[in-house]
T-cell receptor, first 112, second 109 residues
């Protein structure tokens, strides 16, 4: 059973471009969380999704950020018009039951 | 007050030492508790859940004190490979998990 996969692992964008981060949960997991981690800081909850539904997006900025978890395919975190402050590591975690979370290796976004 | 607070460290200990970390949480309605380990530039990995009665897994012992609202992690016989950041995680009874900023441990040869 493959673990949680995220791609790309590293992403460089210029200010104003779009960033798309993908997360493929473990097989059989229908719960996905996205977190952001800044250097020397803890993980900050962004959004929680179940298949085709956003359950809680209270940790995600209302502008420029969106997330989806379609019936088929990976979960996508999309950041439009990136700014330097978006530079961070973005981790997704999947869960079979909404409790125990298994983390992917993260995507490190650098905005120039 | 932060929802979950940890001493950032670093805790520098010699191999074989016993080391303990505490983590305090502010929400008395918190339902479940976990310790995760995060290596530099890697993803967090679940180390252990923390149960009310306390629990042990090999060299690792976790305790929960609901009255004082803290959890602890004790590592006995430290190994070089234990060097990492240890994250305290609190669940509020929903899917909402609050992560502490972590405590850095360096085990020295």
């Amino acid at each position: 059973n493959a673990g949680v996969m995220q791609n790309p692992r590293h992403l460089v964008r210029r200010r104003g471009q779009e960033a798309r981060l993908r997360c493929s949960p473990m097989k059989g997991h229908s719960h996905v969380y996205w977190y952001r981690q800044l250097p020397e800081e803890g993980l900050k909850f962004m959004v929680y999704l179940q298949k085709e539904n956003i359950i809680d997006e209270s940790g995600m900025p209302k502008e420029r950020f969106s997330a989806e978890f379609p019936k088929e395919g990976p979960s996508i975190l999309r950041i439009q018009q990136v700014v330097r402050g978006d530079s961070a590591a973005y981790f997704c975690a999947s869960s079979p039951d909404g409790e125990t979370q298994y983390f992917g290796p993260g995507t490190r976004l650098l905005v120039l | 007050r932060k929802e979950v607070e940890q001493d950032p460290g670093p805790f520098n200990v010699p191999e074989g030492a016993t080391v303990a970390f505490n983590c305090t949480y502010s929400n008395s309605a918190s339902q479940s508790f976990f310790w995760y380990r995060q290596d530099c530039r890697k993803e967090p990995k679940l180390l252990m859940s923390v149960y009310s009665s306390g629990n042990e897994d090999g060299r690792f012992t976790a305790q929960l004190n609901r009255a004082s609202q803290y959890i602890s992690l004790l590592i006995r016989d430290s190994k070089l490979s234990d060097s990492a950041t240890y994250l305290c995680v609190v669940n509020l009874g929903t899917y909402k998990y609050i992560f502490g900023t972590g405590t850095r441990l360096k085990v020295l040869a």
